[in-house]
């Protein structure tokens, strides 16, 4: 199955910081997904990333997809309280499945 | 806008007793998924399909069970409840042939078991 590793685990900034999500698989990932969470309620769909050295932006979230597709990053510029959450990676394989990492918290301070 | 919709978004349960949770999607995806999600675990896969009566073992399926008979309807069954099995429990569902489909997760269902 994909083994997928994110980091950190957990993240405080202050508001207005940058910061990086980083998720990392133990296999050439062939579709890449960041969701964000919301304490206690579903997954969000933010971004999905296929081929290598692919780059998405969505508001000021940007995510990367590195070149031999086993890496993927999650930027966030000048964070804010919105931002706030878990951000989650997922990948699907040819097997019809989909697993995702463990997650990051993000907390961002006013 | 595609809808994952649970039954319930809280249940409590006691030991022993059989449960069901029920996801409704209504974007005639192909697959569904069900995970449970609990901290510092983040989702752990249980059981998907993808198809109308097939299923496949996810990560961790025992002591669950899974239902198909309708393409919109997928159900999670706990044989006999344990309370190792609170949790978070989230219902999604997509068309993931060609692995450009993103996942559309239901608001999930607390489970408590006492």
């Known amino acids: 199955s994909q083994e997928l590793e994110q980091s950190p685990q957990s993240l405080i900034v202050q508001e207005g910081k940058n910061l990086t999500i980083n998720c990392t698989s133990s296999k050439t990932l062939y579709g890449l997904y960041w969701y964000k969470q919301k304490y206690g309620e579903g997954l969000i769909f933010l971004m999905m990333l296929q081929k290598g050295g692919e780059e998405k932006s969505h508001e000021k979230i940007t995510a990367k997809l590195d070149e031999k597709k086993q890496q993927s990053s999650l930027h966030i510029t000048a964070s804010q309280p919105s931002h706030a959450g878990i951000y989650l990676c997922g990948a699907a394989s040819n097997n019809n499945d989909m697993r995702f990492g463990a997650g990051t918290r993000l907390t961002v301070k006013p | 806008d595609v809808k994952v919709t649970q039954s319930s978004r809280y249940l409590v349960k006691r030991t022993g007793e059989k449960v069901f949770l029920e996801c409704v999607q209504d974007?005639?995806?192909?697959?569904m998924f069900w995970y449970r999600q609990d901290p510092g675990l983040g989702l752990r896969l249980i059981y998907f399909s993808y198809d109308v009566k097939m299923k496949e073992k996810g990560d961790i399926p025992e002591g669950y069970s899974v239902s198909r008979e309708k393409k919109e309807r997928f159900s999670l069954i706990l044989e006999s409840a344990s309370t190792n099995q609170t949790s978070m429990y989230l219902c999604a569902s997509t068309n993931l042939g060609s692995y450009n489909s993103p996942l559309h997760f239901g608001n999930g269902t607390r489970l408590t078991v006492t």
């Open positions: 974007m005639d995806h192909e697959n």
